[in-house]
C-alpha cells in the first residue's frame, strides 16, 4: 500500500473541530467531489467519489467504517470502492487525531491506500502527495467557513445585522487535471524564483 502524511489547521477550538468532524454528513460536503450514498448508522458510511482526469470520470462507490476515540481525540475510517465503468478499485485506511494549537486546532492524518486496475497508475510518484496536500488544505479550508456560518448567532440576522455569507458547495468532480496545472505552476513558479534569487555572483 502506498502512504499519504498531512496536516491541516482548523480556526477553532478542538472540541468544536471534533463535534464537526464527527458529523459525517457535514464532512464529506467539505470535500470536492464526494457524496454520501445513503445516510450514515452506526459507524457504517456508504458513499462515493468522483473523480476527473481529462476525458475520463471515475466514480468510486463503497462503504467504510468510522470509529472515533472521544477521549483520545483520534478517530479512523477504513474502506474500499471501485469503479466499474474504469474497472479500478481502491482500499483506504485513514488515522487522524486532532491536536490542540492554542485557539486553533491541527489535524493529523495518516492514509494508507492502495489502487488497482486502469487507474493504478496515477496511485504513484510525488504528485499525489502534492495533490493530497492540495485536498487536505481545500478540506480544511471548507471545514472552517462552514463552521464560522453555523456559528453565527441567529439574533444578529433577526436583529438586523450582516447575515452569515452562504458557504459555497464544493465541486461535485475532483478535477485531478486542474489540480496538476497548479501544482507545475507552483513549481515553475519556485524555479524561476530560485534563478532569479540566486542569480550570479561576482567571482
Known sequence: MSQITQSFTVAFPR????RALADV?????CMPGASLTRPPEGGKIAGEMRVKLGPIVAAFAGEGDLVMDDAAFTGAIRGQGMDRKNNSRVRAEIEFKAIEEDAATRVDLAVDFSLTGTLAQFSRGALVQ????R???EFAKNLEARMAA???????SSAGG???QPVPAPPRE???LALLWAIVKDWFRKLLGRSVGGGGKPS
Open 174 to 176: 475532483l478535477n485531478a
Open 135 to 137: 485536498l487536505g488544505a
Open 25 to 29: 454528513e457535514r464532512v464529506v460536503t
Open 15 to 18: 472540541a468544536d473541530v471534533w
Open 150 to 156: 453555523s456559528a453565527v448567532p441567529s439574533a444578529v
Open 162 to 164: 450582516p447575515a452569515a
Open 130 to 133: 502534492e495533490i493530497a496536500q
